[in-house]
């Protein structure tokens, strides 16, 4: 009687080497961009969505993001994870505050990429 033994291989991933899946090679996805408030703004309004784009270069992943939002830099507080838009809505801010943000963009084939760090700061 023969013995047959069968290992799958679906891919490692160091640094930013594309990883190879059944389904062709999975890329990271695009950084985000293009901030709503506008990156250095100064003078926001009370009220703050933040806002950015971001794709990704293999048709039909899908992206989902983790936002960071806070007073320091880097910005080291999660505000929402495996989030499916691409506005978030922080809230009412105090006047005169400065806030450091950025967005973590993910595939669903498990590659992230982070975005810079984006700062505005709220008018009086």
Not at 24 to 37: C, E, I, L, Q, S
Not at 87 to 102: N, Q, S, V
Request: proline share 9%.
């Amino acid at each position: 009687m023969a013995v047959f033994t069968c290992i799958a291989f679906i891919g490692c991933q160091t640094n930013d080497t594309p990883i190879t899946v059944d389904q062709g090679t999975n890329h990271k996805p695009n950084a985000p961009g293009n901030p709503v408030p506008a990156d250095g703004s100064t003078g926001v309004g009370a009220f703050v969505t933040l806002q950015w784009t971001c794709t990704d270069p293999d048709a039909g992943d899908t992206v989902k993001f983790d936002v960071y939002a806070s007073t320091s830099n880097p910005p080291g507080t999660l505000k929402v994870s495996n989030y499916n838009k691409t506005a978030f809505d922080l809230g009412l801010l105090p006047p005169e505050m400065t806030i450091y943000w950025k967005v973590v963009a993910r595939d669903n084939g498990g590659l992230s990429t982070t975005g810079p760090v984006w700062t505005f700061k709220r008018g009086n």
